[in-house]
């Protein structure tokens, strides 16, 4: 386990991680000021799921691939590109949510529920987060200085200093989600806000996934 000394440096190096736009936050912003405050939650909720199976990979070893297969990152790198950019795709033409002219939001009945689970902010969540490869080497790069094997198993280090840093991010997931529910669902009121409101969240999400493809 870390020293004391380390566990400074561990904890103010997770919280800039936590605080530090990125996909999963950005994510939840945008799902927060479309659909409120439950939607921002599940959103936080469904980033933490996919960033822990992050967390059990780099412990075990497997997040080395894409430390070190440059075309496993890229092909992860631009799944989750295209990801988000249909989310916010999605987003902005789905002009029944604006309540003005539409059919309604309500699901088809044929839909299945495995359908509406993908479409759920908590399971568009994990699969954002999952298709984040900068999640994943963010732990390899990080978590192996705080690791001393000679004092505790290298994967139990990982994992809990991994889940430290998922609730530090979690934290701050949900006070976006809070935030920015707040001032989405008081923007609801009007139609012609919920349309601006829409479409918003949508270009963030293309713009974010467009990121997402060009970045380092």
Request: charged share 10%; hydrophobic share 55%.
């Amino acid at each position: 386990m870390p020293t004391s000394a380390e566990w400074l440096i561990f904890l103010g190096t997770a919280t800039l991680f936590a605080i530090t736009p990125g996909p999963g936050i950005l994510y939840v912003l945008a799902r927060s000021m479309r659909g409120g405050r439950s939607e921002g939650i599940r959103s936080s909720l469904g980033n933490s799921l996919g960033a822990a199976v992050h967390v059990i990979a780099a412990a075990l070893g497997l997040s080395a691939l894409l430390a070190t297969s440059a075309v496993a990152f890229t092909v992860v790198k631009i799944a989750g590109a295209c990801y988000l950019v249909a989310l916010g795709l999605h987003a902005i033409l789905r002009r029944h949510d604006d309540g003005v002219g539409g059919a309604g939001g309500a699901e088809p009945a044929t839909a299945g529920g495995v359908r509406r689970a993908a479409r759920s902010p908590f399971g568009q969540g994990i699969i954002t987060e999952l298709l984040n490869p900068k999640t994943a080497l963010y732990f390899m790069a990080l978590l192996p200085h705080f690791v001393h094997p000679e004092t505790a198993p290298a994967p139990l280090v990982f994992l809990v200093l991994g889940l430290i840093a998922l609730a530090m991010a979690l934290v701050a997931d949900l006070a976006v989600a809070l935030l920015a529910g707040t001032l989405g669902a008081r923007l609801m009121a009007s139609p012609r806000w919920r349309v601006r409101q829409r479409v918003a969240s949508g270009l963030t999400m293309v713009g974010l996934g467009g990121f997402v493809a060009v970045a380092d």
